[in-house]
């Protein structure tokens, strides 16, 4: 069976621009790079991720027997050419912002610079995997901005797009701040911690819910957690004040209920009393259902005492922004700028380089875009992270990546001037351009309109 990350999840035009470079023998070097054109409405960050994914994919990226077949019976492509996609490597080298960085608009945030076709070809691969996990990373980054000091854990898998979408939402979420996740997977691949409580079929399932709230106990006591909306929330609160001393005395400890339904906010209040009133004011109260970054700061606002959150379904899908503007440009080809013109999407040539300052209190004061080789005066955000098709870094573990990542974001979140934190955020942080990139783009338009004058291609 061909695998579900292998060089055939990709776009047909990749294929046909690839026999288009064999054909015309163009391997001259190229550089493209990754950026986002402008920020979902209410939006004043991006956080940067899924670089792992994406040095993962160049470094192991190889057409295997079954996928050479399937294009040699195909008919789209010739023999000669599939012959020489079984000798495909990338061998070239990646420029990128460290994950957990936070960005802002046409802000390179990648640069692949290898022969034409290598970097060509991952083109689709590389906007797949870096869109979505910057799009949940920092929805999760949001989240964690309304509810400070809450636990909060993704519980979006049976709702994301796939199970590929699912894991990378909670590897993403745990970047963004998040807790961890009840996607069990996560803790396997990436050390994500993992949290779950129980059903409502669960519950169903017993003639009597006391009965299910202690059977659920005994089997699973650690962290215990229990569902309380099935039937009458309060009601169901108030058979755990009978309930909870009678686990105790075997040594199991309620640690939270969970309200998954109707009007969390006032349920909240009413479950918190009756918890207090029969002397358990140590459980918890974690709330779900359909919640996002807007819903937590209702909530808080109103003082709900809640404790946690599980956010799925509008966490994983990026429900309120579910794509970005985003796009992965030719800018340099066989040691020429490229540009494109395109009507409202026009790019800046030439490989770039993405220069932070911070004003004297270690707040971010501005962004400006330069070209790879001017002068640093300031942080410079793109570091090397491959060459040759091998990443730069000493192997690390999956977990260690991440959470460098997470501690990475947390810091930056702290420098991040307060207004661009707000979830109805005005856009404002300032991004300049050099004049020696304005002037690359000068040059390139000059070319460009000699070209077309006459008559060639640019």
């Not at 495909?88 to 957990?100: K, L, N």
């Not at 945030?109 to 869109?131: D, G, H, K, S, Y």
């Not at 808080?300 to 966490?315: E, H, T, V």
């Not at 770039?352 to 875009?369: F, L, P, S, T, W």
């Amino acid at each position: 069976m061909i695998p579900e990350s292998g060089l055939l999840l990709t776009d047909l035009y990749q294929l046909a621009m690839l026999k288009g470079y064999y054909h015309s023998g163009m391997r001259d070097e190229a550089v493209f790079e990754f950026f986002v054109r402008e920020l979902p409405i209410g939006y004043g960050f991006l956080v940067a991720a899924g670089l792992p994914q994406v040095l993962d994919a160049l470094r192991d990226g190889r057409f295997n027997d079954e996928e050479l077949r399937w294009l040699a019976d195909s008919g789209r492509f010739g023999g000669e050419f599939v012959d020489a996609l079984a000798r495909f490597r990338f061998t070239g080298s990646v420029h990128a912002m460290a994950e957990g960085t936070l960005f802002f608009p046409d802000e390179p945030v990648l640069r692949v610079t290898a022969p034409i076709p290598e970097a060509q070809l991952f083109e689709t691969r590389i906007i797949n995997l870096v869109q979505y996990q910057v799009l949940v990373a920092t929805k999760a980054a949001r989240c964690v901005t309304a509810a400070p000091g809450k636990q909060l854990v993704d519980f979006g898998l049976r709702r994301a797009h796939g199970a590929e979408a699912g894991l990378l939402a909670a590897r993403a979420s745990y970047l963004g701040g998040f807790a961890g996740t009840s996607t069990v997977l996560a803790a396997s691949r990436f050390g994500v911690p993992i949290y779950g409580t129980m059903a409502h079929s669960f519950i169903e399932a017993h003639d009597d819910e006391t009965d299910a709230f202690a059977h659920f106990a005994l089997a699973r006591p650690e962290g215990l957690v229990l569902l309380i909306d099935t039937y009458d929330t309060e009601a169901a609160a108030r058979k755990l004040i009978d309930l909870a001393p009678r686990l105790a005395e075997r040594g199991i400890r309620i640690q939270a209920v969970r309200i998954d339904s109707g009007d969390l906010t006032n349920h909240a209040f009413r479950v918190r009393r009756i918890l207090d009133e029969g002397g358990l004011s140590e459980i918890q109260i974690f709330a779900s259902g359909g919640l996002d970054e807007y819903q937590l700061r209702d909530m808080l606002d109103a003082g709900a005492p809640i404790d946690g959150f599980g956010i799925g379904s509008r966490l994983d899908t990026s429900a309120n922004a579910p794509y970005l503007d985003c796009a992965y440009k030719l800018m340099e080809y066989a040691g020429r700028a490229r540009r494109k013109h395109s009507e409202h999407k026009a790019t800046w040539p030439g490989r770039k380089q993405v220069v932070r300052r911070y004003d004297r209190g270690g707040r971010m004061a501005g962004d400006e875009i330069r070209l790879a080789d001017e002068p640093v005066d300031g942080e410079p955000l793109l570091e090397l992270v491959m060459e040759q098709g091998e990443p730069t870094a000493p192997a690390a573990s999956p977990e260690a990546v991440l959470e460098r990542a997470r501690e990475r974001l947390r810091k930056q979140l702290q420098r991040l001037p307060d207004g661009l934190r707000a979830l109805d955020a005005e856009p404002s942080y300032p991004v300049t351009v050099s004049d020696a990139v304005r002037g690359l783009a000068r040059k390139t338009d000059a070319f460009i309109k000699r070209q077309l004058s006459r008559g060639g291609e640019a």
